[in-house]
């Protein structure tokens, strides 16, 4: 399958770029980042529910999510305040982990209409360092070795 | 003869891929990281060698124990190390697309 979404991390920056082509107008992209309930659907995946706790899509408004595990078990909780909130164009926000050593992040969202059902995205993230970045960066690296690795001691305990 | 590694070639291996899953969750020796596997402790051995000359793994000195770890400079150099981060998005982005096509047909 191609691969759709293209992240550009230059060596050395303390930014990335994150793109992607939808097969959505633009008005759903946007509003797929603008409404609490549709954020909480995509953002959720099998092993991390996202539950939006707070959202206030408008200038100087802020939000807050919560990640919790299969178990119910809250993993972390993020949060950000909008700096600018232009439907069906912009979204100025910034991002931080919350209790996470990765700092607050910058994020530039720029939604573009490409045809009638065609739209891009453009994600600028800026982070506080270089190394911050690359944490961030690594975070999935890690917990997929992770995953990976209980996967095998399940495995092996099965054995014993 | 003392070839420099080459990063991609140390993560083609199986077993070397594996040795490298056990050891980045925490520090293990040697012995600890070979009783995981059913090979020869020699061709464990042989391999943490490997991994070590292409510096994915670093060997620290502890009393009488030698313990490796994970050098995580050395493994952004792979470009397996993004992947993890970008398949994340893609996967997030892949859903949005999926539910606000359900959104689309239902207007």
């Known amino acids: ?160 | 003869m003392n070839l420099r590694r080459d990063v991609f070639q140390a993560i083609a291996d199986p077993t070397r891929r594996a040795i490298l899953l056990l050891v980045a969750s925490h520090t293990m020796t040697a012995g600890a990281i070979a009783s995981n596997f059913d090979t020869a402790r020699p061709t464990v051995s042989k391999h943490l060698q490997i991994l070590t000359e292409c510096e994915l793994l670093e060997q620290k000195q502890t009393g009488r124990e030698i313990y490796y770890h994970i050098n995580a400079q050395k493994m952004k150099e792979v470009a397996e190390f993004i992947e993890p981060f970008r398949k994340m998005w893609d996967d997030r982005f892949n859903k949005l697309e999926t539910i606000m096509k359900e959104y689309q047909s239902k207007k």
Do not use: C
């Open chain 1, 1 to 160: 399958m191609e691969q759709k979404t293209k992240i550009n991390a230059e060596e050395g920056k303390q930014e990335l770029v994150i793109t992607r082509e939808f097969d959505l107008p633009v008005e759903l992209l946007f509003r797929a980042h603008a409404e609490p309930d549709i954020i909480a659907q995509w953002m959720s995946n099998p092993y991390a529910t996202v539950k939006v706790l707070k959202f206030e899509g408008k200038k100087h408004g802020s939000y807050q999510l919560e990640s919790t595990d299969a178990e119910g078990k809250v993993v972390f909780r993020s949060n950000g305040v909008i700096h600018e909130f232009i439907p069906n164009r912009k979204i100025t926000r910034t991002f931080e982990m919350e209790n996470a050593p990765y700092g607050v992040q910058l994020e530039v969202y720029e939604f573009e209409q490409l045809t009638d059902g065609t739209s891009n995205l453009n994600m600028h993230v800026i982070y506080e360092s270089g190394a911050k970045r690359d944490q961030v960066l690594a975070l999935p690296f890690a917990q997929g070795l992770n995953m990976a690795h209980n996967r095998i001691q399940e495995i092996l305990n099965t054995l014993k």
